[in-house]
């Protein structure tokens, strides 16, 4: 595709219920990353797919996050139990190789607002 | 612990005039620096990279200063136009560590 796509764009769930967001890297790309954007803060990495590779989950803040990549292609983040301070933008990028210092190619987000 | 600030949370400029956006970091190992513009309800895009072993690099309209000695890292865009207003920051790349951004608003 012609960039990274995610979806849904906004998402808005009740305090408890568990959430899929969706992550189309950018075809070819081997990498791919979760990160979270609450209000005025920075980015938050989350998890991180390197080709074939075991993912690095060092940045999930709880076992209610977890984050698959299916066929080296499509992610999905799923948070289980959603709290209110899990509000926030959540953004996917995807890079060419697998090294850190390679460019990273962001979608749009996908903004999850929890009552 | 590692940590990437922003010296100001707005800038504002009137178009035609340069802006000038900086980052102090405290990571000193980081060795890739990027600096992204976000504009409202989009996704971070890349402006500009550099590499650790570089001190400057340019771009069109924009000019990439790192200063390793301080942990510093500036970006200057020449001509500011009103399509550069957005939220800009940077980016230790390979430690996967980003400031909160600056908001630049450029008037007419």
């Known amino acids: 595709g012609a960039g990274v796509s995610q979806s849904p764009s906004n998402k808005v769930t009740e305090k408890g219920k568990d959430v899929e967001l969706r992550c189309d890297p950018i075809?070819?790309?081997?990498?791919l990353y979760w990160y979270r954007q609450s209000l005025g803060q920075g980015l938050e990495f989350l998890i991180y797919?390197?080709?074939?590779?075991?993912?690095?989950k060092s940045g999930l803040p709880s076992d209610r996050f977890s984050a698959e990549r299916t066929g080296g292609s499509v992610s999905t983040l799923t948070i289980q139990r959603t709290q209110q301070e899990d509000s926030a933008v959540y953004l996917c990028a995807s890079s060419l190789h697998i090294t850190r210092t390679d460019t990273q190619y962001f979608g749009p987000g996908t903004r999850l607002t929890v009552l | 612990g590692e940590s990437v600030g922003l010296h100001l949370p707005t800038l504002s400029v009137q178009e035609g005039d340069n802006s000038i956006i900086n980052c102090a970091y405290s990571?000193?190992?980081?060795?890739?620096f990027i600096w992204y513009k976000q504009e409202s309800g989009k996704g971070p895009q890349f402006i500009i990279d550099i590499r650790s072993n570089m001190d400057k690099r340019q771009g069109q309209r924009v000019t990439v200063l790192l200063n390793k000695t301080v942990k510093h890292l500036s970006l200057q865009i020449a001509a500011t136009q009103p399509g550069d207003s957005a939220v800009y920051f940077c980016?230790?790349?390979?430690?996967?560590?980003f400031g909160t951004g600056t908001r630049l608003q450029v008037f007419p």
């Open positions: 797919f390197q080709g074939n590779s075991a993912p690095d």
């Open positions: 980016a230790l790349t390979d430690k996967l560590i």
């Open positions: 990571n000193s190992a980081s060795d890739y």
């Open positions: 075809s070819g790309h081997t990498a």
